[in-house]
């Protein structure tokens, strides 16, 4: 017993106490998940975390990363002892309106969690975002993430385990609640601590076991791993339900709020209700930032063809040249997406993430947390390896900015595999998102550039050929703006596309021209927000549109057109789709354009047969 | 030197020139890659991977992954070598409408493969999926998985490395072809080939290194490697573009051909042009299936409200019951997903994937591609997680049967991260899916039969809710089709809804009704294909649709509907899409439906103001 063992063993029983509570009053939630690492817990926050209750946002607190975050009443009740809110804030736990979501969500009312969690295996990731953007601010503090057992199984985990020690984080400690009990029953390795340190050590961390429910052992674990050279690895050995005789290691308490007729004998057994207050220890001071000198590096810009990617490798170089806080992730493919220029322009704000892009996303959420400007860039196909991540940005409210290169069935030979053909789907489905979609070189040096300040997450997808050069360098994209490239006040049709597309629609005017058809053509670079007005202006003034697209027919350009004319009022007109229904094969560009039925001759014939010429 | 030494190396040899020729010829594609592993191919080959190259679909086969499929050159190589197709095929690489596309798939041309490769890290899943049908079938038969070293930070890598010890695959084995080199530079290990040694062994593998050129010691890791009671895990040190001194080990090189003034001497280097032919080792004769009995479970009905979920894990458990080639794949859920009751009636053909969604997919797709009709389950939000892999699945051409549960903002406390709202639009996007969303038990378990019939990718989104019965247990549910629930020959507006909205637009239509409006209902719950021409009736009649989804407004239902009314040529009327814009909290189902304006009183809102009343 040491001086603080009591103190301690205080704090952890209030924490399981009010974890009970709170989910009894919210009728469901995790009680006995929080209660497994409650003693983790209450040592980590009385005597670790260094953080400043009042102040959550300073730059020189350390991080807590709930990986486990349905044990959101535990995080909450250690808040509440810190003083972040009080009870009757925590009894709200899961109600409507209140910011004790079921599963820990950075709103402003809750400004103590940094990233959202919920979907299990992403904590780590994002603390490793965290220690990264500390390194670059030449901040010492340090980042701390409980993970749970089950979400072990995760390869999330294991891209964060690898990217954690290859980027010499050992100002990261992960804490794992061993606690053998998933959702459905016992977990793959039940208490066999040994397991995840061996792992854990043949991935290059420090690694310790320890009883979790021993304050003294746990402090010394955390002390250890403040000292090592490696990121520390903790196994702390738990029971679920720890100190309830009726929970504690017992299945069938998964995600089940004690019953309101149990309540009294579950908070009896931990020594009834407490009033533990403590103060976290203070956070380090910082220094101011050191001067930042920009780069020489101007604002690119096109008079020749170039490829939209390179534009957009381009325009990110620049601004890493320019923004101190623009930070550039490459999943090892930085010399097809370009991003490698941005590495030979700050090489220290450039971070290979090598082929994990779940580990990826997860670390630009958590750079963007700490106020970077994060861009993320492999190829469009590959993004959809981090969906949920993603996906969970938008419950992070996360300034995710995207570019998936090797869009559509237009890459060619290489196939199916690496084409983009869903991306507009995946990324307009999203919350607040922004999907931009550039047919020439200065447009997507416009639009990266606009990324820079949008918020939410945003997407740049990009062309693998070199297309074009359509418009100036100083012309100006808004967002939810469009271009029209051809217009009269007699035209037949309207074509619509972006990227590529485009150019086949171009290609299609001056083929319908022939035949004595006009046609409009209208570039929906912007296309989520997209250009309401002028599409519906088009449908008026032309009664006819046709919408094309290097992508599949649902999900993106062509649905994101019918969205925008169906929210003006009364439709009137024709509104023809085209955009990949089959799976492609190896060929050249053009070939498999034309095998899609989105080439200018497709573009043309479906104009021809909607006007019935 | 053994008696088979220059047997290999001859046969190396030609797969190292083959894979020069073809990818010259195509002017683009990876010889280098190929060239690394090319003796690990020719010993594997020509001597241990034991199959009739005329009977490529015979199950007692060995199988071939190559996870590092943009190694296909050399596949295509060695399968020539094998008499699988000749010369003039192989020359044809990368080119329209030939079957050696740039990465491989599983098309009917080459049967010899099959999974689609090419989107790194997703081999080995597929491997341990055919291993375990093998198993079910009781097949000893192996399989053999080529890594690449790049791959080995996907932690889809380690998510089937840790599944594959714990199924206790010991017929499967793992060769990492070990280069050093990824696509832009060194990878993040080089040649250290003891991390990846510990790590397998830290996985539960049997590990060994080898030098990854020398055809003796490869036969000697092979031979050991059917022996081990565990999978085996081969390091092989290989150089990228091995036998060619200006390929070999050169960084520059990845994923270019050599160009046609370099062939010859390229060619020469590695003694020019060969005629090598082998046959491959017979396979193992397999035993007459055992006799199946089926079990005593009924198919499903239902008189009173049942959730959806339980619905599919009825019907899931009865299908498992009947049929024997019906495998079951749970994510750690199937107490949500009530898959765990196809695991009481069919145990030896349920498979625990822990919660790693990637390689429940990726095994999924090994399971079928020896034959299985698996389905797996998961929380429909975490099938994001599998995007990549779902996505693969189309170019696999692989009937992957999928269920989502706990759709929508309806789940309600658990919050955000647990909610599927962008799941149709990922899953409209892929091509020749089907998708599907029941509104009550008797639809749920007539889809649910449906699918496992189905071609392609079918998904069954799920509610967590308990519904009524709106339909007769014996009631048909075509793909494709619709049910109109309610409707009139004066009806003024047609709402229309799928799973848990179309009860609210039932609701809807009550109020409606008080307000002397008569309003069509139409449950949708084929989502796609969707049936366009009740759809079109419906605007044509009525002259005016609502739309209803619970999940984001892009890329879901009301998409799909506006998708299907723009098929059918000029359109005229109004079309309102309800469907959730925002971020939602945790709160009541009801309180986030309304919340997210899709609750009855919405919709009826909608209605009158549609119609001016």
Chains 1, 2 share one sequence.
């Not at 609640?177 to 961390?205: E, I, K, S």
């Not at 074509?495 to 053509?521: K, M």
């Amino acid at each position: 017993m040491g001086e603080n063992t009591q103190r301690w063993n205080e704090l952890a029983a209030q924490i399981a106490v009010d974890s009970i509570r709170a989910t009894t009053a919210a009728g469901s939630g995790h009680p006995t998940s929080s209660m497994s690492m409650a003693h983790l817990l209450a040592v980590l926050f009385a005597d670790h975390l260094r953080f400043d209750v009042k102040d959550p946002h300073y730059r020189g607190n350390d991080r807590f990363v709930l990986s486990k975050g349905h044990a959101a009443p535990g995080l909450y009740a250690v808040l509440k002892a810190a003083g972040a809110f009080d009870d009757d804030a925590l009894m709200s736990l899961r109600r409507e309106g209140s910011p004790l979501q079921g599963h820990p969500v950075p709103i402003p009312e809750m400004p103590w969690v940094d990233v959202a969690t919920g979907s299990l295996g992403q904590g780590l990731a994002s603390g490793l975002g965290m220690a990264l953007a500390m390194r670059m601010d030449t901040i010492t503090a340090r980042v701390w993430v409980m993970l749970g057992d089950s979400e072990m199984a995760e390869g999330s985990v294991w891209e964060a385990m690898e990217a954690t020690a290859f980027h010499g984080a050992n100002n990261v400690t992960a804490i794992l609640d061993l606690n053998r009990l998933g959702q459905r029953g016992p977990t793959m390795h039940g208490w066999h601590a040994d397991v995840f340190r061996d792992r854990a050590l043949a991935f290059g961390w420090n690694a310790v076991e320890v009883d979790g429910h021993d304050v003294d052992a746990i402090d010394r674990a955390y002390t250890g791993a403040a000292d090592d050279e490696r990121p520390t690895f903790i196994v702390a050995h738990t029971q679920k339900g720890h100190g309830v005789s009726f929970l504690e290691d017992k299945e069938g308490w998964h995600g089940k709020a004690v019953p309101a007729d149990k309540l009294d004998a579950a908070v009896g057994e931990l020594g009834g209700d407490r009033h533990v207050r403590f103060t976290p220890p203070a956070p380090i001071d910082i220094k101011d930032a050191t001067p930042f000198t920009p780069s020489d590096v101007a604002r690119p810009a096109y008079d020749k063809p170039v490829a939209t990617r390179k534009a957009f490798g381009d325009a990110v170089a620049w601004l890493a040249g320019t923004d101190r806080d623009v930070v550039v992730l490459d999943g090892e493919v930085g010399n097809s997406t370009y991003t490698e220029e941005a590495d030979a322009v700050a090489p220290d704000r450039f971070v290979q993430m090598y082929i994990a892009e779940q580990c990826m996303i997860g670390v630009q959420t958590g750079l963007q947390a700490l106020g970077k400007k994060a861009f993320a860039a492999t190829f469009g196909a590959f993004l959809t390896r981090a969906a949920d991540q993603i996906r969970m940005g938008t419950v992070s409210r996360a300034d995710l900015r995207l570019s998936g290169s090797h869009a559509g069935v237009s890459i060619g030979e290489d196939g199916p595999s690496q084409m983009a053909i869903e991306d507009l789907a995946l990324f307009r489905a999203l919350a607040g998102s922004t999907v931009l979609y550039p047919a020439d070189g200065p447009s997507a040096v416009a639009l990266t550039e606009r990324m820079a300040t949008l918020d939410g997450i945003s997407y740049l997808r990009s062309t693998r050929e070199a297309t074009p050069v359509l418009y100036a360098n100083d012309d100006v994209f808004p967002v939810g703006g469009s271009k029209t490239l051809a217009s009269s006040d007699h035209d037949d049709v309207t074509l619509i596309g972006a990227g590529i597309t485009l150019h086949e629609c171009l290609a299609a005017r001056d083929q319908l021209a022939s035949d004595g058809i006009t046609a409009r053509v209208v570039d929906c670079y912007s296309v989520k927000p997209i250009d309401v007005a002028t599409l519906r202006t088009a449908l008026d003034e032309t009664g006819h549109l046709v919408v094309v697209e290097d992508h599949r027919i649902e999900g993106g350009l062509g649905d994101a057109v019918l969205g925008a004319l169906a929210s003006t009022g009364t439709l009137a007109g024709t509104v023809d789709k085209l955009g990949v229904t089959g799976v492609a094969g190896s060929a050249t560009p053009e070939e498999l354009r034309a095998w899609a039925g989105i080439d200018a001759a497709a573009i043309a014939d479906a104009a021809r047969t909607t006007l019935g010429r």
